[in-house]
């Protein structure tokens, strides 16, 4: 949360108030690229969820440059939670989807070898795989309609609470989907032997 919320929405914030937006996203990547590169240098380990934060940052920043962009700034933010949502979904498509990275860069930072026990898990417990698609495909519909929502409110609610109810929109789905995951992972550790 730190590396990957924190410190780019603070290095955002700084950066705004003297360079303005793109730069401001320009500069907020900078502490993902430092960690992306450090964790990789000093413990070979590639963090997925780093590289998916800075996607949604490399995303804005297209929207924001491109001129069809220029007319969609107020939903940048829906349509990169969109893009990413439709990542997750597409990566179910492949023999490995988006949260086996996202467990496996978090299992492998808490001990080292820890991912390879994982890639047997993978291999050998049919429900870990069923449950590891089911999250990506719950995460992918859970941002998908999140940004759905978020384009909604921008394009047709009028006042100044627009950005508000967008933001509350936004906090609520990830909040929500945060505490389905918990409560999920829960209860599938517990039917496990």
Do not use: C
Request: no cysteine; hydrophobic share 55%; proline share 4%.
């Amino acid at each position: 949360m730190l590396i990957n919320v924190a410190l780019p929405a603070l290095v955002y914030r700084m950066a705004f108030a003297h360079w303005g937006l793109l730069d401001a996203l320009i500069a907020s990547s900078v502490p993902l690229l430092a960690w992306i590169i450090f964790d990789f240098a000093r413990f070979r380990h590639f963090d997925a969820l780093s590289a998916i934060v800075l996607a949604g940052l490399a995303m804005s920043l297209l929207l924001l440059v491109s001129p069809a962009g220029r007319g969609l700034r107020e939903a940048r933010e829906p349509l990169v939670s969109g893009f990413i949502g439709v990542l997750f979904l597409l990566s179910l498509m492949v023999n490995r989807p988006l949260v086996f990275y996202l467990a496996r860069s978090t299992l492998a930072r808490e001990r080292q070898g820890r991912e390879r026990e994982f890639d047997e898990m993978w291999r050998t417990r049919p429900a870990l795989t069923r449950s590891i698609r089911l999250m990506t495909a719950v995460w992918g519909i859970g941002l998908v309609g999140e940004n759905l929502v978020r384009l909604y409110i921008v394009g047709y609610v009028a006042g100044h609470d627009v950005d508000r109810l967008s933001m509350l929109v936004r906090y609520g789905t990830y909040a929500g989907l945060t505490v389905w995951t918990i409560v999920y992972r829960r209860a599938y550790i517990k039917r496990q032997p």
